[in-house]
Structure formats: structure tokens, C-alpha cells
């Protein structure tokens, strides 16, 4: 097996792919030509590296329907609003080569900076989703969606997949991009799947490795919290209530809520009754984390 990335680049660069190893490209133009001579469907799965359980689970579903899968990587600056954010995240491109490997993934797209924004890092605002992109994660993290939008536009332009699979972690993230295909790209199917979660029910997130073992324990306070107040509203007490048990427990345990919302699954909008969306984003240690869990009554 190779593990130094200079080979696998280096194949990338040749168009070799040597049987079992997995074709790394760095330009728009090699990737097209290497897609041509590969059978379609196409599936793609989006991502910033750091790669984990959760993005397995989505390479897993577009290897099972797809002959031909596509994983990018692309840490995305313009989708962090705060720059101690990009800094800290983590990544570990050599162990996320190994990994696509073995999952037998097809072509690993991890362009340059230059390739994904010849023009500098200018945010494309021609198509926008409106609320749907301003509520919850859009209102506390100004720029944010504006920064996926640009960077997930270009990659659909780039590799023109036919199905695209995204984590429901981020939920608002998937609606909006299952949205934006609606609009600009007809034919691709976006697939939202389930969050993958470890054993203390906290959500996989490559950011979770910053926390210490302390941290860990109080950050899995957030899906107990989502999970008691859904059971609350199943259990008919009032939405507005089962929320504010959800807040008060997190925060009596030093967990600082940024937002703990229930929202209309379709619109992200408030609601007070029937189903719902609960959403929340906290801080433990400095790291955000953000999870949700669905209401159906
Ligand atoms: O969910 C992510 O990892 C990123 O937002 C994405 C979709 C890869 C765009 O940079």
C-alpha cells in the first residue's frame, strides 16, 4: 500500500491508477479527464479532511449506490467566520489518503486554493436560499453559508456528480445545498444521512479531538439534553418548556448555549407545536459544537 502522499499525488498527476491505489488530482481539468474514463453514476462526497467515522458512513452509502465515488478534500476558508476556527481545525492529509483507500474510493479531488478561487477568496453571492440561510447557523455565524454556498457550487461545477451525500449533523447546511441542486444543478440527487454518533451519543465532529477528556464529558451533555427534550414533547409537555429544561441543564452544567431553537424541519422557522426540528449550538472549552434531533408528534 502507498502511504507517502507524494505518490498518490504523483499518480494523480500522471492519471496512473495503479490497481487499488486511489487517484489524487489537484486541478479541475485532470479531474475531468479522469472522470470521463470512469462509469457513471457518479457519487461525491464533500469534505474538509480530518476524516472520521461520519464521512465514512457517507463514502460507505456512495460507494453502495455509485460505480464511480469521488471524496474532496478542501479546507474551505471563506466558510469560517472566525479565523482561530480555521487555525485550530485539524488535518492529517497523509491519514485521510490511507482511509479513501481502503474505502476504495474512486478519485480524491484535493485542489489548491488557486484552483477553487482563481479570483482570490471572493464568495459567489448569485444565487442565495434567502432565510433558509439566515436563521440559526446563519445568524450566529455571519458569512458562513455564503462561504459553503461559493465553495460547494464550484465543486458541483467541478465534478458534476449525480448524487452528492452530505452529514444531517449539519442540517441547515444539507437543506440549503439540497435547495441550491434544486435551482442550479437538475438531475443531482442530494442525500442528507443520519448523524453518526459515538458511544456517550456526542456527535463525530472533526472538532471534537480538541477537547479534553473533561470537555468531553460536559459536550456530551448536549444530545442528552436534545434527546430529554424530545422525549418531554413526545411526552406532551409544551415545546417552549421542554426547550428551556434543555437550556437550563446545559448551562447549569457550565455548557454555554449559543442557540437551543425548536424549528419547522422544512423552513428552519420557530414553531411552538407539532413536529420539530430541536437545533443547538454550544461552546465547551472553545469548541462549537452543534447538533440537532427531530420531533415527530
Ligand atoms: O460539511 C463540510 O465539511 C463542509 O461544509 C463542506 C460541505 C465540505 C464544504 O466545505
Not at 5 to 19: E, Q, T, V
Request: overall charge negative.
Amino acid at each position: 500500500m502507498l502511504t507517502d502522499y507524494r505518490s498518490f499525488y504523483l499518480c494523480g498527476l500522471a492519471g496512473i491508477n495503479p490497481i487499488g491505489v486511489v487517484q489524487v488530482i489537484r486541478d479541475i481539468l485532470t479531474l475531468r479527464r479522469a472522470l470521463a474514463g470512469l462509469p457513471r453514476p457518479v457519487g461525491f462526497v464533500p469534505t474538509m479532511g480530518a476524516l472520521h467515522a461520519g464521512h465514512l458512513s457517507l463514502i460507505r452509502r456512495a460507494r453502495k449506490d455509485n460505480p464511480t465515488v469521488v471524496v474532496s478534500i478542501y479546507l474551505n476558508p471563506t466558510q469560517f467566520n472566525q479565523p482561530e476556527d480555521l487555525e485550530t481545525y485539524p488535518s492529517d492529509l497523509q491519514r485521510d489518503l490511507t482511509l479513501l483507500q481502503d474505502e476504495k474510493v474512486d478519485v480524491v479531488f484535493a485542489p489548491s486554493h488557486e484552483e477553487m478561487y482563481p479570483a482570490g477568496f471572493q464568495v459567489d453571492r448569485r444565487w442565495w436560499p434567502g432565510r433558509l440561510a439566515e436563521v440559526l447557523e446563519g445568524r450566529f455565524r455571519p458569512g458562513h453559508f455564503e462561504g459553503v454556498i461559493t465553495i460547494v457550487r464550484r465543486l458541483f461545477e467541478a465534478v458534476r456528480p449525480d448524487r452528492a451525500y452530505f452529514g444531517q449533523k449539519d442540517y441547515q447546511q444539507w437543506r440549503i445545498i439540497e435547495r441550491m441542486a434544486g435551482d442550479l444543478f437538475p438531475g443531482l440527487q442530494v442525500i442528507g444521512l443520519p448523524t453518526v454518533r459515538d458511544d456517550d451519543g456526542l456527535a463525530l465532529s472533526s472538532r471534537n479531538v480538541r477537547l479534553s477528556p473533561q470537555g468531553r464529558r460536559r459536550a456530551a451533555l448536549l444530545p442528552k439534553a436534545l434527546s430529554q427534550a424530545r422525549e418531554a414533547i413526545e411526552a406532551d409537555v409544551p415545546i417552549p418548556q421542554a426547550v428551556q429544561q434543555a437550556r437550563q441543564m446545559l448551562e447549569a452544567a457550565g455548557v454555554q448555549v449559543e442557540y437551543l431553537e425548536a424549528v419547522d424541519p422544512l423552513t428552519l422557522e420557530p414553531v411552538v407545536e407539532g413536529n420539530c426540528l430541536l437545533c443547538a449550538a454550544v461552546y465547551v472549552e472553545g469548541v462549537r459544537l452543534i447538533d440537532n434531533v427531530l420531533v415527530e408528534k
